[in-house]
């Protein structure tokens, strides 16, 4: 018997005021994963990454989680399981140690945020346990990412959804937040589900790779696609033209 994927999409789509925004998306995930979701702005791409936990719901298709419909998960066992990094992190006002310990505050007791949890969880995101009671005002943009990304990581989730994490980094950085995220997927062994319209950083990272245009997913496969491609609009979109 074939085991069931962590994510299976069947003919999903969404509309929204008519306008349709994904198109009849079929995609497995498998756990263990590694998948950048590549496309130009506006092809639907942060639409399709809300999918996978809920934040938003599709208008046709069905989503599975691990063999059962998505939505049959409470929600926030849902969220804390498939957690997620937006593309402008949000910060409460105060410290960063007042924004991890939101965990506790979303009502996620079983959390232990202990002065080592807090200050371990920093170190794996490449943050001195100096920053812990820094004004989040006073703090860099590559620094709030990483905050975020501890936040989530409290949790313990098994999938990690980025939404376009180095699209405000210059380049040094955004290489930097990359290997960050690679280092977690291994060490952590996360499923991990990222969006992006930059390509060029990506190959020494990615294991899957699925190409969303137009609303729909044009060609999809291992890594080695970026290399040789076989839709011209994929063709297109690499060498930086318009889709």
């Not at 371990?120 to 005002?137: C, E, M, N, W, Y």
């Amino acid at each position: 018997m074939n085991k069931e994927p962590l994510f299976r999409l069947t003919s999903v789509s969404k509309s929204i005021a008519g306008k349709t925004l994904l198109n009849d998306i079929s995609l497995r995930i498998e756990a263990g994963d590694f998948l950048s979701i590549l496309g130009p702005s506006g092809a639907g791409k942060s639409t399709l990454l809300r999918l996978f936990n809920g934040l938003d719901s599709p208008t046709g298709g069905t989503i599975e989680y691990l063999g059962k419909p998505l939505f049959s998960y409470p929600m926030t066992e849902l969220r804390k399981r498939v957690g997620m990094v937006f593309q402008n992190p949000v910060m409460v006002r105060g410290t960063v140690r007042d924004n991890l310990c939101l965990t506790q505050r979303w009502g996620q007791p079983s959390v232990d945020l202990t002065e080592e949890t807090l200050v371990s969880v920093l170190s794996r995101v490449g943050l001195s346990p100096a920053i812990l009671d820094q004004d989040t005002k006073t703090i860099s943009g590559g620094e709030k990412q990483r905050v975020a990304l501890a936040r989530v990581l409290l949790n313990k989730p098994e999938v990690l959804l980025l939404d376009e994490p180095t699209a405000n980094l210059d380049p040094q950085l955004a290489r930097h937040i990359l290997r960050l995220v690679h280092q977690l997927f291994e060490k952590l062994r996360l499923t991990i589900i990222m969006v992006s319209h930059d390509h060029s950083l990506l190959s020494n990272y990615t294991t899957r790779i699925a190409f969303l245009i137009g609303g729909k997913i044009v060609e999809e496969g291992a890594a080695g696609i970026l290399e040789q491609p076989s839709t011209e609009a994929v063709k297109t979109f690499l060498a930086g033209g318009v889709t």
